[in-house]
């Protein structure tokens, strides 16, 4: 089974997404990155967290997985796989050469691609450690996160203590957001496991993509690394993630720009660039509302209130929405960001600002124009650009670790998204599938989204975002 589904799925990548594969070894060979530059990442084997320390000379791809659940979707897997498919591929198409493809270049592929990461493109997981534990209403643990206080929680402060796998959920759920198998792998890690939820989702998620890694014949355990929480608390004042943070709190004018990148306006200036935290553990951008005051141009405070808000619910039933519980309301100075410390004020960045830490030199996004956020990609790529330009952040480039640049971005076509071959539902869990090659049979297509169109045409007349040749 292993060698005929992962044949499959390669052949049809290497039939309708070669241009992507072209773009990236273009890209590879155009690349100079940083030898002297150490990013950290971890990796679990045989269930145990091991750090990985990679070279500033390779050229990151970017997917991720989430921690709003601990099951493995359909979704989550093919993003996985997708990128040991364009980082392999773009590899063997950079050092061998582009041209036609032929059964010796898929035979060695094949065989790569049952490795881990051998050459210059390494493909790593970005998991987001702010997100709510049960974003999407599919948590299989959801009634005990709520009813233990954690729902507006950021999944890096919640705990498992009090967390059970609810039945209810279980039995109306089965077979379309979860398996049996599924529930009793969630339950063994809550026994065996520490306190952390984020550890305990790791590791059941890295347990099951060694299990896939078999069935597919892909090496699914990419290294990965927790942001921004995580990076946040173990960082000093001086380091990188707290200066993005700092500049972009400066003035009026700092803020404005950040604005700008956002498509937001200055107006009602309710948009916080980072969520302070409260002093109850609620931490949910969702959940959060907020203020920003000046005095003449200088940041003056940030009033931010925290109120019980509707989340989203999952793709099977749109009237089971989940809920982040949160009651409370404090200002933080402005002084507090101007010189900011997690330490003394958690909170949590908007993503365009700690992506900009993250290593990635391209990305994959995931149906863009259907089930992705295209306002995202356009606040990504504007404020990627602008911060090239040196129109915000550059003070980073001179001080800091941080060459900000454009990377490329892969877009997995809304019509060849895995789902459910019977429900039709992206957020179904992987154990769900009985047959994988009714995933591989649905294609594996991305496409790659051209930059210029996703700079925002407001932020071009108000500093310069403009493209050069090049870039």
Sequence with gaps: MSSDVGRQIVDDFLTESMSCVTALAKGLNNFRGDAERRIRFFSEVNNQMKEVLLGGEHFFLRSSIEYSNPQLTVEEVQGVIAARLLEVCGNYFASQGLREVNRRDVDEICERLRKPPLGRIVAFLLNTDDVEPDRYSMNPLKNSILESGQSAFPSAAVTTRALEIDQRFLEKYEGTLISREEANRIDRHLETGGESYMDMVDAVKYEHLEELSEVFGIDLCLPAMRMPLTVLSQESPKDALHALIRESHMDYEAIERVYMCMGRSMKKKTTLLTVPHSEKGYASKRAARGRISFENTKLKSVKVTYRTTPLYPNAIDPKDIS?????????????????????????????????????????????????????????YTTTRVASVKKSIFKDLQEKHQITPK?????????KNMWAHPLHDNIDASIGCVDNLQDLAAMGMRMAL?????????STKRGFDVTLDEGD
């Design 323 to 379: 809920v982040a519980q949160a009651e409370d309301q404090f200002t933080v100075e402005g002084e507090t960001l101007r010189n900011y410390e997690y330490s003394t004020c958690p909170s949590s960045p908007q993503f365009i600002l700690y992506s900009l830490h993250s290593p990635e030199d391209a990305v994959i996004w995931h149906g863009i124009g259907a089930f992705g956020a295209s306002q995202l990609v356009k606040s």
């Design 449 to 457: 989204l051209p930059a210029h169109k996703y700079i925002r045409e």
């Design 406 to 414: 454009i990377p490329l971005q892969f877009n997995l076509l809304p």
